[in-house]
């Protein structure tokens, strides 16, 4: 067979890499080891830094199909045409541990969605929760920390965890969810996903309406007990996922939208920009608009995976952020953590790099040049007299956002806001097991967590439903 000759990186073929070079057979090495030397010194840095959240993960390639035109509340193009395709990268992930930890850790699931359509990467990096913990993103640090290792013993630590709950009634409906049944999934394919805020659509008149992204699993939502999933290895949701798209067998999920007009928005019974809450789907109903299968795994983890940037600011003209407090953080963590992690081109690798005819005047940074049609050859400012270069296209703007009522520019306390009726509405949803597997579950927890905690704890159970904290209380021996 007619093999390819080894090459140093820079192309030049290598005659031995076996064997260092050496001053006599039993001398030390000399300087003329440039080969070892590259091997070595690119070996030092093969890594990056892992994702501060979200850094266990698996991703996979695929399709979005439309099934319903959404002419009528987006402009969006890649959402007008029913039968219309865009090719997709998914990336599933756990959140709170580090790469070393295991696929089935009791934790919300990141279901982060790139979709490459014509005018644009549009990327929707949810969760497999429709809520979360919180709904001021100055809270999100602090609630990572708590959720993460004790930093003295470097051990998970469920009393620092409840010691964060407790001080945040915000977070009940979400920690019910985890703590229930669904709070192990048993693989990426089996979890649904949400984009969890709500976002705006706006149509070719100018009409705004605010949405909510839904994604059902067509595998069936599956989830493990906590002795079940102990029993597994730590890489087993990645290799469920390579040897389902490897033999063919593609995951997919139903696409959904719940919509609200902006009037219906203004008489809704909770904040409808509230990431703690959902819609509930008999006020804002389920409408199916398409499908999204994975079927191509990546050829190499690190460069697709490991290098994919998601980011919640990557819109497409006919949709845009809302009000949303913690979606309106979101839209500059994200680029900020790449430009850390990646560098600040990270949106020429190719995992990420958009497949529409580009036209910007960013110039330059590490890694410049992987796309070299990206980067302006003459003209390199804006604005210029040159006809054929880039030029901003006006019709592309959301219409203006009305800000209601007086706007006073302060720190707005949501502390008053009822936290507990929709945790208790999700209890009250659950059979008798289901219910003491609940219970057993956060006692398990929030034993090991001070008094105080406890007692403040069991007070929102009994908030979200009397049965709620007597399980609770219960299950705790008490
Ligand atoms: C203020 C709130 C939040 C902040 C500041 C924040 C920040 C971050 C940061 C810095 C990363 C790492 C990004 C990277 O290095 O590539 C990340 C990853 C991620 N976050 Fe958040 N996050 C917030 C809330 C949320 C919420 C509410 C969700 C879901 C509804 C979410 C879903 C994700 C997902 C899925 C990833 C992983 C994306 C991937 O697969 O690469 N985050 N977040």
């Not at 890649?78 to 089935?104: A, E, P, W």
């Not at 191509?296 to 460069?303: I, T």
């Not at 008798?432 to 704890?457: E, H, S």
Request: aromatic fraction near 12%; include cysteine.
């Amino acid at each position: 067979m007619n093999r390819p000759t080894l090459t140093t990186s820079a192309g030049s073929p290598i005659a031995d890499d076996n064997n260092s070079i050496t001053a006599g057979e039993r001398g030390p090495l000399t300087f003329d080891n440039y080969q070892l030397f590259e091997k070595l010194a690119h070996f030092n840095r093969e890594r990056i830094p892992e994702r501060v959240v979200h850094a266990r993960g698996s991703g996979a390639y695929g399709t979005f199909k439309v099934s319903k035109s959404l002419a009528e509340y987006t402009r969006a193009d890649f959402l007008q045409i029913v039968g219309q395709t865009t090719d997709v990268f998914l990336r599933f992930s756990t959140v709170g541990g580090g790469q070393d930890s295991s696929d089935y850790a009791r934790d919300p699931r990141g279901f982060a969605v790139k979709f490459y359509t014509q005018q644009g990467n549009y990327d929707i990096v949810g969760n497999n929760t429709p809520v979360f913990f919180l709904n001021d993103p100055i809270m999100f640090p602090d609630f990572v920390h708590s959720q993460k290792k004790n930093p003295r013993t470097n051990l998970p630590d469920p009393a620092r965890m409840y010691e964060f709950w407790a001080n945040h009634p915000q977070s009940l409906h979400q920690m019910t969810i985890l703590m229930s049944e669904r709070g192990i999934p048993s693989s990426w394919r089996h979890i649904n996903g949400y984009g969890s805020h709500t976002f705006s659509f706006w149509n070719h008149n100018n009409e705004r309406f605010w949405i909510k992204w839904h994604f059902k699993t067509n595998q069936g939502i599956g989830c493990l007990s906590a002795d079940e999933a102990a029993g597994l290895p730590s890489h087993g949701a990645q290799q469920d996922l390579v040897e389902a798209i490897d033999r063919g067998d593609y995951p997919s999920w139903t696409v959904k939208i719940q919509i609200l007009s902006e009037d219906d928005a203004r008489s809704f019974p909770h904040n409808p920009f509230d990431l703690t809450k959902v819609w509930p789907h008999d006020l804002v109903p389920l409408i199916e608009v398409g499908s999204l299968e994975l079927n191509r795994n990546v050829d190499n983890y690190f460069a697709e995976t490991e290098q994919a940037a998601f980011a919640p600011s990557n819109f497409v003209p006919g949709i845009g952020p809302s009000p949303d407090k913690m979606l309106q953080a979101r839209l500059l963590a994200y680029q900020d953590a790449h430009r850390y992690r990646l560098g600040v081109n990270h949106n020429q690798l190719p995992v990420n790099a958009p497949v529409c005819p580009m036209g910007h005047y960013q110039a330059d940074g590490q890694m410049a040049g992987m796309r070299q049609s990206e980067q302006a050859s003459d003209v390199n400012f804006y604005p210029n007299n040159q006809g054929e270069s880039a030029a901003p296209d006006a019709s592309t703007a959301a219409p203006p956002l009305a800000l209601e009522g007086s706007v006073n520019v302060c720190p707005h306390s949501q502390d008053g806001a009822d936290y507990f009726s929709q945790a208790g509405d999700l209890f009250r949803l659950m059979n008798d097991d289901q219910r003491t597997d609940l219970a057993g579950t956060i006692a398990g927890g929030l034993n090991f967590a001070d008094p105080d905690v406890q007692k403040k704890m069991l007070e929102y159970f009994f908030e979200a439903d009397p049965d709620y904290a007597y399980r609770v209380r219960s299950a705790m021996g008490g």
